[in-house]
T-cell receptor
């Protein structure tokens, strides 16, 4: 079945460091890909998305490019802030089977001042 | 605009007691609705989804059930809670070709 694999955390960085969180997926067809962020005690918020190969999603300084050849959707940010500390989830969804969204296990990010 | 409401925010229940969590969506019609569970330190597990009133699909066998009595209402229930039912429960909705939108979650502790 469809699945998402993302790097295990936690990831600890100093403020202004470069961030990469790896994400790869397994799916038939042409899924849409997403990154969600979860702040402590809250639900999930969409961070960015890409709906087809070579699309780049971006938001709040975060970017991810849909790479069909490597089945990847890695999340990057050039300079992290303390306020970026959260759990990040990579996810995929297809237009069939109830439009379910399948999530990776999540990666916790700690940013130190 | 669309909004999703989920309540209660926190809940402490004894083992063997019943459970009812409610989720409602405003500003859209015929949404797909989902219940997820997030166990401590773990990812999101899809429990149930619904594509219409009275239509429920279960993703994993468990002690829980779901119902959709109205178009924009999705209820998660249990007749007798287990310790292992503790977790963070998230309701979500989506239209056919967009991303999923999540409620604020319910933290359930079974004691």
């Amino acid at each position: 079945g469809d699945s998402v694999t993302q790097m295990e955390g936690p990831v600890t960085l100093s403020e202004e460091a470069f961030l990469t969180i790896n994400c790869t997926y397994t799916a038939t067809g042409y899924p849409s890909l997403f990154w969600y962020v979860q702040y402590p005690g809250e639900g999930l918020q969409l961070l960015l998305k890409a709906t087809k190969a070579d699309d780049k999603g971006s938001n709040k300084g975060f970017e991810a490019t849909y790479r069909k050849e490597t089945t990847s959707f890695h999340l990057e940010k050039g300079s992290v802030q303390v306020s970026d500390s959260a759990v990040y989830f990579c996810a995929l969804s297809k237009g069939t089977g109830g439009f379910k969204t399948i999530f990776g296990a999540g990666t916790r990010l700690f940013v130190k001042a | 605009s669309q909004t999703i409401h989920q309540w209660p925010a926190t809940l402490v229940q004894p083992v063997g007691s019943p459970l009812s969590l409610e989720c409602t969506v405003e500003g859209t019609s015929n949404p797909n609705l989902y219940w997820y569970r997030q166990a401590a330190g773990r990812g999101l597990q899809l429990l149930f989804y619904s594509v219409g009133i009275g239509q429920i699909s279960s993703e994993v066998p468990q002690n829980l059930s779901a119902s959709r009595p109205q178009d924009r209402q999705f209820i998660l229930s249990s007749k007798k809670l287990l310790l292992s039912d503790s977790g963070f429960y998230l309701c979500a909705w989506r239209a056919s070709s967009t991303e999923a939108f999540f409620g604020q979650g319910t933290r359930l502790t079974v004691v």
